[in-house]
């Protein structure tokens, strides 16, 4: 098992479940912007492994299967588990709270999984990619300053919830691809230094 890691691609997608173990981390210290910002790293590690499985000009075909899947469980803890523990931190135990953590939870490994069978037909994918809740989470914490503390917690709750569905409902998305690999990277390296200033303050 352990040889699987020696693949480049795979390796990557190691790291990225590294970072979003850091950051589950930093979040339930209470550090959870600067916790976000890890999880913004872990995403781009996660575009980054299918760039360099792209690019291997030999791959053994047990090493790709295993990536696969790999990456799969990675994005659940990045984008299906570490959102739903920075609600809890900010929110509490609350009911509404525990309950959007779960839903998320769900959605993205019900979505995963039929990924995982069906793949994306027509070069798009079926449903909201499991990723998108990285960014979201990231884009709401930014807003933090000038939202009411009071009502963070249910906004946060608001737009984790709203990706849920979003995760298992019908709509085709294309893959990110060219100028949006830019683009994506350009945001989470900005918006992770952002919030990184943060939390280090």
Not at 52 to 81: P, W, Y
Not at 147 to 162: C, K, M, R, S, T
């Amino acid at each position: 098992m352990i040889r699987q890691l020696f693949d480049p691609a795979n390796a990557v997608t190691a790291a990225g479940l590294v970072l979003s173990v850091i950051a589950i981390s930093l979040a339930l210290s209470g550090r959870v912007e600067l916790g976000v910002a890890v999880a913004l790293w872990a995403l781009l590690a996660d575009h980054l492994d299918g760039v360099v499985a792209q690019r291997l000009t030999t791959r053994a075909e047990r090493a790709g299967e295993v990536g696969k899947n790999l990456d799969s469980l990675a994005d659940l803890v990045s984008a299906g588990v570490f959102p739903g523990i920075a609600l809890l931190v900010v929110g509490g135990s609350a009911a509404l709270f525990v309950a959007v953590a779960a839903l998320l939870a769900g959605a993205s490994a019900l979505r995963l999984s039929y990924f995982n069978v069906l793949g994306s037909p027509g070069g798009r994918f079926i449903g909201v990619p499991t990723t998108y809740a990285v960014p979201l989470t990231a884009i709401i914490f930014l807003a933090r300053p000038v939202l009411p503390d009071q009502i963070f917690p249910y906004v946060l709750a608001l737009g984790i919830g709203a990706i849920a569905i979003l995760h298992v409902s019908p709509l085709r998305v294309p893959k990110t691809a060219g100028v949006m690999y830019i683009v994506v990277t350009l945001f989470c390296v900005a918006s992770s230094v952002i919030l990184a200033s943060r939390g280090l303050t």
